[in-house]
């Protein structure tokens, strides 16, 4: 089996000081809260920016100081977030794809969250996957419910998107698919052969949805954008401490962890050929 890519996804637009202290919001907390993940086994930082009172921001500013400070402590692979905040439109969400990050989030369909709705129109969802293939960012379809696979097969059918494509399998999210065993083993059953995949359980579903795409040869995002906790009511320590226990359970389980050149090559990311950066 391919060694083990984990995401850090350690902002998210959601999560508030109230609900964890420790959530990084200015760039310099986010990049070294990048850091401690990298040094724990991320070999993907998935990123979300916030203005400086703790709004969630899409404003490239912001995100290309975040991304210059990771840049400068270490090599993980960035990925840019293009849902951002349910709400924000469409110029505002796809506006940091343009400074050529090597991974950005493409969520392939709408769907409701929480009491909110996240709106991905398929004119949107096709004009984000053509703006990434402009910039040459490698996207990661994000799937909230079953059919938004079929919606990006057909993309790549018109070859919208580039082959492998890499899914994020996220679960739980109130509205979405429920983060259940049986749902993880449909959703990879309807993957194209050569896909590469993650899953992303949200709260209680992150640590189970996880140890089993450590079996079945996928991929895990944790962090506190999807679960603030370490245990039943007890707050993890860190993003890096979430990170820290996939890596060791991996490693229990005979599975070594990817650095990022080595998920680069299972993502089929070349550095060379992509934009400068
Ligand atoms: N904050 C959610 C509405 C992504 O990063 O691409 C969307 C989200 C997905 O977080
Ligand atoms: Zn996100």
Redesign the pocket.
């Known amino acids: 089996m391919e060694k083990l890519m984990i995401t850090a996804a350690m902002v998210?637009?959601?999560v508030t000081r109230r609900d964890h202290p420790g959530i990084p919001i200015t760039p310099e907390e986010i990049a070294e809260a990048a850091y401690e993940c990298y040094k724990a086994g991320a070999s993907i930082i998935?990123l979300?920016v916030r203005k400086s009172d703790g709004t969630p921001t899409q404003d490239i500013t912001v995100f290309k100081e975040t991304m210059t400070l990771i840049k400068e402590k270490c090599d993980a692979i960035i990925q840019i977030?293009?849902?951002?905040?349910?709400g924000m439109a469409f110029e505002e969400r796809v506006g940091p794809v343009r400074l050529g990050p090597e991974m950005a989030?493409l969520?392939a369909g709408s769907v409701n969250?929480g009491e909110d709705v996240?709106i991905n129109s398929p004119q949107d969802i096709e004009l984000f996957a053509l703006t990434m293939k402009e910039y040459g960012v490698k996207p990661e379809i994000?799937v909230f419910d079953t059919g938004m696979i079929s919606t990006a097969i057909k993309l790549a059918k018109k070859d919208i998107f580039v082959s492998p494509l890499h899914f994020d399998m996220v679960m739980g999210v109130p509205g979405g698919i429920e983060g259940t065993p049986k749902n993880l083993l449909q959703l990879v059953e309807l993957l194209p052969g050569n896909a590469t995949w993650t899953v992303a359980g949200i709260g209680k579903g992150e640590l189970p949805l996880g140890v089993m795409a450590i079996i079945l040869g996928g991929h895990v995002r944790v962090g506190f954008?999807d679960n603030i906790y370490y245990s039943k009511g007890i707050l993890a320590d860190s993003n890096a401490q979430l990170v820290e226990r996939i890596a060791r359970m991996s490693r229990e389980l005979g599975r070594e962890v990817a650095t990022p050149e080595e998920a680069r090559k299972i993502l089929k990311i070349n550095k060379e050929t992509l934009y400068d950066r």
Do not use: L, R
Request: negative net charge.
């Open positions: 998210g637009a959601e998935h979300h977030s293009t849902g951002g905040a349910v989030t969520t969250f996240f994000e954008e």
